[in-house]
């Protein structure tokens, strides 16, 4: 064995006892303090510039109507209104149906939560991923 091959092969020793000494299941997250002053400053811009209160972000809505109808859509969303006062609820047109969306959930597993309430008044309900507005 020359000098080099050896040299080499303390160097592979070395690198490999280095990789197998490391923990498993835990990450050290070293960042710059700026990082979370920049976040709040997005969130800022972010902000409806007419009320100066809601962000809009990636989430889900529950789908409570679908159909042809625009007399029916609203129809629906009043007495969505009228049951669930808390919650929010949009139409939307994609031709040829609206559709009426309800709530601004952050995760699936609220709007699966409250699918379930919804369950007892709507026969036909989806989850769906879209944009919503947090207040």
């Known amino acids: 064995m020359n000098w080099k091959s050896f040299i080499g092969f303390i160097f592979l020793i070395i ?3 280095s990789v197998s000494a490391q923990e498993r299941g835990k990450v050290l997250v070293i960042k710059d303090p700026q990082i979370d002053s920049l976040i709040a400053k997005r ?3 972010s902000k409806d510039s007419r009320s100066g209160s809601s962000i809009s972000v990636s989430g889900f809505r529950v789908q409570i109507f679908s159909g042809l109808e625009r007399q029916q859509a609203y129809a629906e969303q009043s007495k969505f209104k009228i049951r669930f006062p808390a919650h ?7 031709q040829p149906n609206y559709r009426v969306r ?11 939560k409250f699918m379930n309430e919804l369950k007892r008044y709507y026969s036909s309900l989806f989850i769906f991923s879209e944009m919503i507005i947090l207040r």
């Open 15 to 17: 690198c490999i006892h």
């Open 43 to 45: 969130l800022e811009l």
């Open 88 to 94: 929010s609820s949009y139409i939307s047109y994609v």
């Open 102 to 112: 309800v709530g601004d959930f952050r995760t699936r597993l609220e709007a699966e």
